[in-house]
């Protein structure tokens, strides 16, 4: 007198057949392959790049900040860089918040 008549219709039928395991191993491999050539591939591109970029400021150039302020490096130091803004405004900033070096003579210009 069960009243579970779905669990006796279930018992009844045969078990899933198992998965290749060769087919799941392709599948991870598959995955990782693209992970790799969509992101991780183009993010160590990138920091490369950004890598180049800071290693290369010298004094005089026009640069911009992550938090987008503009300024020209006035003193490199190993970590540091010192940014003047303004008419004697001096500001001191770490060389990995350096976004973009601009073209000699753009501040001027804006």
Do not use: C, W
Not at 42 to 57: D, F, G, I, T, Y
Not at 74 to 103: M, S, W
Request: net charge positive; no cysteine; glycine share 6%.
């Amino acid at each position: 007198m069960s009243f579970f008549i779905p669990e006796a219709v279930a018992q009844t039928q045969a078990a899933a057949p198992e998965a290749n395991p060769i087919v799941t191993l392709l599948m991870f491999g598959g995955l990782f392959l693209f992970m790799y050539l969509f992101i991780i591939r183009p993010q160590r591109k990138r920091q490369k790049e950004h890598n180049e970029l800071v290693s290369a400021l010298n004094k005089g150039d026009e640069v911009v900040m992550t938090s987008g302020m503009l300024g020209k490096i006035t003193k490199v130091d190993e970590n540091y860089i010192v940014l003047e803004t303004g008419t004697n405004i001096e500001l001191k900033f770490q060389k990995v918040a350096v976004h973009a070096v601009l073209p000699k003579g753009t501040i001027k210009n804006i």
